[in-house]
């Protein structure tokens, strides 16, 4: 019978109350007393000089309060960079400066220029339109090859080349990958594109900075996945200004994906700007700013080779990619297309040997970081593509092969410096044979032969590393930040919890997830128990959500602080009942005397806490508060397989997703329905990604794809009714909740699996196609088919 309450039950998610009656309280609904408004003019030349900045007839417009630019910002930090990455000759990458608003060139379209303080946006925008700027237009550079080339254009004249770093990984199998690759019986070769993404979550960013001049305090509503990260990264780095004095708030957040992780120049602009004004600065940005100033995902260009023996056994794997990484370092860059990368490259399978080339690349265009999967969804992608190539290539079955090389044994340390604690890859692919109705495929494809279609199944396995950690790997491998998280839990007189999280909830269900772990350790209703994230001043310091980190990097954290209650709470019960703790037991809310009757309720104990008449203080101090720090031994490694059915369409090229069917292992599961949500929403843009989502730039650094008129969303009748599992659960062996992450993997396994779909579908007709680049839009699958 499936749970009422705790863990493992499918709660409803208690934050949608708010959201689906409009109560939500998002950063542009925040309006500050004497608030003003800045209107960003930002470059509409991918690559230039700037001369002159004529500001005399904007600042005689109405309205306006001050127009900032480049030189107000002369002593002031950099945008910084989280991650630092060495190449593979030891060097450190190139590490450019990122000026709020910019100095001397623009760098991409939507380049920052001056920044319009005024009452209202529209006077601002107006004032804006005043602005006499005077560029010397230079030449862009938009190709990530043609940017490496002697005598390409620099991006940044102070660096030696556009190249930020040649990365290889692991160095040390370099020959012995390449000897492998030489001598395999089979290689199969496959040169693809990641396409380059743009996020669009639902809510735009927003930064609102108030400053308080008789504290000499800042503060910065934004639209942040992790706000304390943003006040270390701006308070420290950019503004100068100390931890105590700033407080970062980050209240209820539309969507991030990602693109909401990184410190932003508007955010550092807003925060500068009220406290050199006096007044509070608001920025809402508009969907055509956020398509030229919200970092970018994916953009990788890759040729990746598997080399085989005899008996169709993987000897090794070899990739070498160019990855864009735009015209700045964006917080988390560096470290997408390698560790987080690199490190995946072995997949699911037993492949000894696995070496990882990487070139990341300045260009002219909007900054490229982590967008949903990180990394991990580009791995994958190139890896089961070219393990479906491979099996068509010696004329075998996908899933045999890959079930002849799947990984069965753990724990299991990988070529690339992993170890998988726990796994089951072919019990997830029983489980997606099952519920994909494998059997009735031939039928299926006979009736859409006979409705002239094309029908192909696609299948994908994944693995995923995710609950980014720990701290002193991480630092070893450039990260600036330690990857650990906090939790208080603070108890009140009269039984009910808040607890203080530094992971941010921005879509994940976190007020409902976190308050079934606690319920069910301490046998409360989950209605006793309040989630407090996203303001800095209210909450232990924590590293934000992404990664999949939320539950099995805080959650733990929060385990950790619960159970440093219940044993504080023990001893007040002994005291009550005049026994030794020891004999203390909690069990459905109440203390009991083991072997006895004896018993108190969960909230006699919690007001005793603060009204100590039963116990020695000497003993026992009052209050029943603790916080707990979690720094993790090791990633979880979440799995699964999938599989789509697709029909194409032989006059037109369109593909229609037909069925999709997900099988995932995530360890431990607290709420089996809002998993299920986090998968349904990866799958979706996953399938955005495979079949019609590409931001596409042109030869000067022009985005073509600059709105919903150009860049395809997927949309309701865009994706089947999804077929998901999550029932093959192997726990997580090294963290209190054995709970692995869900966030990311839909987004993982649907690329390969569509394309894998479509090309079955193609070859199946006789067509000789091996490949097709995303997005498979119908004009690249007909000239595929008609070749």
Known sequence: MPKDSGIGASSKRREDVRFLTGTGNYTDDINIHRQTYVYFLRSDVAHGKINTIGLDAAKAMPGVVRIFTGADFEGVGSIPCGWQVTDRHGEPMQEPAHPVLAQGKVRHVGDPIAAIVAESLEQARDAAEAIELDIDELPAVVDMKAALVDGATKVHDDLTSNLCYDWGFVEENREAVDEAIKNAAHVTTLELVNNRMIANPMEPRVAVGEYNRANDESTLHTTSQNPHVIRLLMGAFVLGIPEHKLRVVAPDVGGGFGTKIFHYAEEAFCTFAA???????????????????????????????????????????????HANMGAYLSTFA????????????????????????????????????????????????????????????LGVDPIALRRQNFITEFPYATPVAVEYDTGDYNATMDKLIEIGDFDGFKARRSVSEENGKLRGLGVNCYIEACGIAPSNLVGQLGARAGLYDAATVRVNATGSISVMVGAHSHGQGHETSFPQVVAEMLGIDEGMIDIVHGDSSKIPFGMGTYGSRSIAVCGSAMVRATEKIINKAKKIAAHLMEASDADIELKDGQFSVAGTDKSVAWGDVTLAAYVPHNYPLEDIEPGLEETAFYDPANFTYPSGAYACEVEVDPETGKVTIERFAAADDFGNVINPMIV??????????????????????????????????????????????????????????????????????????????????????????????????????????WAAMNS
């Open 275 to 321: 406290r050199a004004i006096n007044r509070p600065v608001k920025w809402t940005s508009s969907r055509s700013e956020a398509f030229m100033s919200d970092a970018h995902g994916r953009d990788h260009v890759t040729k990746i080779e598997l080399a085989l023996d005899a008996d169709n056994n993987f000897l090794a794997v070899r990739t070498d990619t």
């Open 676 to 781: 299920s949500g986090q998968v349904h929403g990866g799958l979706a843009q996953g399938i955005g990604q495979a079949l019609m989502e590409q931001a596409v730039y042109d030869a000067d650094g022009q985005l073509l794809s600059a709105s919903y008129m150009d860049y395809a969303m997927p949309r309701a009748d865009d994706v089947p009714f999804y077929d998901v599992d999550h029932s093959c659960q192997t726990p997580c062996t090294h963290n209190p909740l054995g709970v692995k992450g869900c966030g990311e993997a839909g987004a993982i396994g649907s690329p390969p699996s569509v394309v894998n779909a479509v090309v079955d579908a193609l070859q199946s007709a006789g067509k000789d196609v091996t490949h097709i680049d995303m997005p498979l839009s119908p004009s690249r699958v």
């Open 334 to 393: 560096p470290s997408v297309p390698t560790w987080l990368h690199g490190t995946l490259m072995a997949g699911n399978y037993k492949t000894p040997l696995v070496y990882v080339n990487v070139k990341a690349v300045f260009t002219n265009t909007v900054p490229v970081d982590a967008y949903r999967g990180a990394g991990r969804p580009e791995a994958t992608y190139q890896l089961e593509r070219v393990v479906d190539k491979a099996a068509r290539e």
